[in-house]
C-alpha cells in the first residue's frame, strides 16, 4: 500500500513540474511582402475619385472611399441594411469592376467599418500634406491598411 501511494505522489509531481513548462507559440510564416508601397509614393487623386464614383454605383453601396497610391487601388466601401447579407457578392462585384477600369493596379476592396474608417483618415492626412513630400508614417499607415484588407 505503501509502494501505491509513493507511485501516485510521484505520478502527481511529474504531472504538475510538467504542466508548469513553458511552451513557444507557434511561428508564424513570413507573408510575402507583395504590392507593399515604399520609398517615394505616387498618389492618382483622379483615377481614386473615379473609382469612388464607380464604388457609389455598385448596388448596396451607401458610401465609399479609395486611394490610389503607385500601382495598388484601396476602396472601402458602406453596406448598411439587408445588403449586408451580401458582402462577399458587393466586394466581388466590385472588384470586377475596378479591375476592368485599371488593369494595370492590384485592387484590394473592403467592406469592413474599422477599415473604411482608416483609409478615409488617411485620406484626410494626405490632403493636408503637399504633393511629393508624403511621410513614412503615412506610407506605412496604408501599407498595413493594404494588408489588413488581404486578411
Known sequence: MNKLIKVV???LIIC????????????????????KVEG???????LA???????RRVQGVEE???????NQIAVAVKVTGFDRLHL???????????KNMASEYDVHVTTD????????????????TPQGNLPAQIIDSYNVIIEDMNG
Open 9 to 11: 505522489i510521484s505520478c
Open 16 to 35: 504538475i513540474v510538467g504542466g508548469c513548462a513553458t511552451v513557444d507559440p507557434p511561428q508564424r510564416k513570413p507573408q510575402p511582402q507583395t504590392g
Open 40 to 46: 517615394q509614393a505616387h498618389i492618382n487623386i483622379k
Open 49 to 55: 475619385e473615379q473609382v469612388e464614383e464607380v464604388a
Open 64 to 70: 465609399s472611399t479609395a486611394l490610389v497610391m503607385n
Open 88 to 98: 462577399k457578392a458587393v466586394r466581388q462585384e466590385l472588384n470586377n469592376q475596378v
Open 113 to 128: 467599418k474599422k477599415l473604411f474608417a482608416q483609409l478615409q483618415m488617411l485620406k484626410g492626412q494626405i490632403k493636408k
